[in-house]
């Protein structure tokens, strides 16, 4: 059965630093999401993605947040300097014509900053 | 604005014992509701979903859930829970032709021997 892919399962970054996480959706998926959940909070929806662009997105994803869809297969999220707020597990989801209205979430990775 | 709540944030029952997982929503509008559970250490699984049709549904492992559109309720049921699960289970929803979902605060199921 297809499913969410997340690399890396963990990282651990200095306050600062850029850090890039990285899913592959299902591969006929059309659009995409990320979301995070802070350690012992609930799941909080950051960005949606499709058509090559952000159709949506929340008041936590300011200016230090960006994602991109490189090839045909990956989808980053890229946190330009990273805060300790940031620490969270963060979840890439997929849903589409296959999937309808329903979302298939990645494993997460767990974002640790120092 | 569309909100969940779960009200119970931990539930303890015995091995092979029902339980119900309570969840209520706020929309003005129709929705797709999910229930999706997360084992220890684990990522998010969706466990059992409505979209439209039947208002009962069922998972593979036992569960069932049930729309009530008077009471703005998606409640989840096991008629007799395994050790197995242990996890904890976020109700959540999506509007019609909206790209979030919104999860509630998640219900922590422990099972006692």
């Known amino acids: 059965e297809p499913e969410v892919t997340q690399t890396p399962s963990h990282q651990v970054t200095q306050m600062g630093q850029e850090v890039i996480l990285r899913c592959v959706p299902i591969s006929n998926h059309l659009y995409f999401y990320w979301y995070r959940q802070i350690l012992g909070q609930k799941v909080e929806f950051l960005v949606s993605f499709y058509n090559n662009e952000i159709s949506e997105k929340s008041e936590i994803f300011d200016d230090q947040f960006s994602v991109e869809r490189p090839d045909g297969s990956n989808f980053t999220l890229k946190i330009r300097s990273t805060k300790l707020e940031d620490s969270a597990m963060y979840f890439c989801?997929?849903?589409?014509?296959?999937?309808?209205?329903?979302?298939?979430f990645g494993p997460g990775t767990r974002l640790t900053v120092l | 604005a569309q909100s969940v709540t779960q009200l119970d944030s931990q539930v303890p029952v015995f091995e092979e014992a029902p339980v119900e997982l309570r969840c209520n929503y706020s929309?003005?509008?129709?929705?797709?509701l999910f229930w999706y559970v997360q084992y220890p250490n684990q990522g998010l699984q969706l466990l059992l979903k409505?979209?439209?049709?039947?208002?009962l549904v069922e998972s593979i492992n036992g569960f069932e859930a049930e729309f009530n559109k008077s009471q703005t309720s998606f409640h989840l049921r096991k008629p007799s829970v395994h050790i197995s699960d242990t996890a904890e289970y976020f109700c959540?929803?999506?509007?019609?032709?909206?790209?979030?979902?919104?999860f509630g605060k998640g219900t922590r199921l422990h099972i006692l021997p």
């Open positions: 929309s003005s509008v129709s929705v797709y």
């Open positions: 959540a929803v999506r509007v019609n032709r909206d790209d979030k979902i919104i």
């Open positions: 409505y979209l439209s049709g039947s208002t």
């Open positions: 989801a997929s849903s589409g014509l296959a999937g309808g209205p329903t979302q298939y």
